[in-house]
């Protein structure tokens, strides 16, 4: 089983929408990193979170890691087609955290249409 | 600055060739490391390395080996290519062990073995 659990693994919405994505792990996370992915390229950054409660935004996108950091969601307000692709959520599971050494979930594929 | 190259881009092996995968960063970046993607999967930790000279298993090193002489470059070596190694894999690059940096993707490189 995934150590990191992402919801859905897919998701259809019309554009203008509002949708969330969110990433569970029965472990503590010292680290949580979002990154979107387009089919055949590499892994865009788009943000980290280390804090209990903390909360990131940039432009319609907003992640947050719980109070426990055991879950965290990234949630696009008003989408549009060019939020469409795979996002994945990666974390470190030890106490001694590297973004070059995460585990990550499964990903979940959103397509946006218009 | 080209950030994280990875080469080539696309490769067919034969099963038991051998090859290497290159993967160069140009941020003088402490820490490298190197993932598969396989469908249903998310990303999977192969190898990775804290600095020059010091490499280390990830979750899936079996088939696999590294070595790290320089701090910009990180080969990946199929000993003996097999089908199950038909993935796409990815070079990632950080900062050292502060927690708060992202880690650089380079675009991947998609590897089938017939």
């Known amino acids: 089983s995934q150590e990191l659990e992402q919801s859905p693994q897919s998701l259809i919405v019309q554009e203008g929408k509002n949708l969330t994505i969110n990433c569970t792990s029965s472990?503590?996370?010292?680290?949580l990193y979002w990154y979107k992915q387009k089919y055949g390229e590499g892994l865009i950054f788009l943000m980290m979170?280390?804090?209990?409660?903390e909360e990131k935004s940039h432009e319609k996108i907003t992640a947050k890691l719980d109070e426990k950091k055991q879950q965290s969601s990234l949630h696009i307000t008003a989408s549009q087609p060019s939020h469409a692709g795979i996002y994945l959520c990666g974390a470190d599971m030890g106490e001694e955290t590297s973004g070059s050494r995460l585990t990550f979930g499964e990903g979940t594929q959103l397509t946006v249409n218009p | 600055n080209a950030g994280v190259t990875q080469t080539p881009k696309f490769q067919v092996l034969k099963t038991g060739q051998s090859m290497t995968l290159q993967c160069a960063q140009d941020m003088n970046h402490e820490y490298m490391s190197w993932y598969r993607q396989d469908p249903g999967m998310g990303l999977r930790l192969i190898h990775y390395s804290v600095g020059a000279g010091i490499t280390d298993q990830g979750e899936v090193p079996n088939g696999y080996n590294v070595s790290r002489s320089t701090t910009e470059d990180f080969p990946l070596r199929l000993l003996s290519a097999a089908p199950s190694q038909t993935s796409v894999y990815f070079c990632?690059?950080?900062?050292?062990?502060?927690?708060?940096?992202?880690?650089?993707f380079g675009q991947g490189t998609r590897l089938t073995v017939v």
């Open positions: 472990k503590t996370l010292y680290g």
């Open positions: 990632a690059s950080s900062y050292d062990r502060e927690w708060n940096t992202e880690a650089f």
């Open positions: 979170l280390q804090k209990g409660g």
